[in-house]
């Protein structure tokens, strides 16, 4: 298993197959044919006199030693492309490269249109958005799969980086002719209206019941649901209130019948943050577009006007 022995070009054909979990988004992610692929594999293969991936459906899953050459591969390959990439700066009119981020629909909603906007120039870049758990983040940012994630403050180790993009308050609505859309909000009629809770768990508080249950008080919760849409719906046709970020309810708000109120007490603002792998961040194309969501963050924090 000589280093001499071994074309370093197909070390990044392996760790690619075992990214993308298929020799076909392999070939398409290094825009190489598929035959070329499977060619750098069976010479992998003869190396490491192993088969190195098994297929199981339509997935190549790594067999142990690949795992265990990965693990050990993986850092120095990242230095080395590091390397490289210093001395080639990325030209965004000119490259062509996709970006595939992390981010849940409200954020889609607050992000993407200003992002779409200002790529406007460079066609050559295309995006891809998706819903990831929580729980994969950190392994499919250090894994290549994710370059960024947005998303409320979480624990993360220090393989990821992060910053905080933008902070968003929250904000009450209600339909426009709701009889508490006519005065200012207060606290007493706040907690004896019924709400909606947009959450993803089945149960629990939300963010602001933790600060109403400080103050000793209580709301009722009569829906909960998933997304900020469905409750924005439910909200124009009944006297439920709903609390909300302030940046998506006024998207809500331009084309809906709804009232932005200010809400009745002091509740806690919410955190948007910026996560990438930090092995990566020196990387032109990524840092080019770390700049890029910082601006739009910026542009968006604390949105003009009143409630």
Known sequence: MALN??????LHVFD?????GSLTRAAR???LTQPAISHSLAKLREHFDDPLFTRQGNQMVPTPLARR???SMRPGLTQIQS??????????????????????????STFLPSLMARLEPYPELEIVSQRVARRDMETQLAAGKLDFAVDVLLPVSEQTAHERLRQDRLVVIARSD?????E????????????VLVSSRAEGPGIEDFELSRQGVQRRIRLRCQHYFAACRVVAQSDLLLTMPETYARIIAENTGLALLTAPTDLPDLDVH??????????PALAWFRQQLHRIGQERAHPSGPC
């Open 184 to 195: 200012p909000l207060t606290l007493e009629s706040y907690l004896a209206a019924s709400h």
């Open 178 to 182: 709701h009889p508490l859309a006519q």
């Open 274 to 283: 910026l996560y990438w792998h930090r092995p990566y961040e020196q990387e």
């Open 69 to 71: 050459f990965l693990a």
């Open 29 to 31: 992610a290094l825009h």
């Open 16 to 20: 690619t197959i075992y990214r993308e």
């Open 5 to 10: 022995r071994l074309d370093l070009n197909l």
């Open 83 to 108: 390397a490289v990439n210093q001395f080639h700066a990325f030209d965004p009119a000119s490259h062509r490269k996709t970006y595939a981020l992390a981010m849940r629909d409200v954020l889609e």
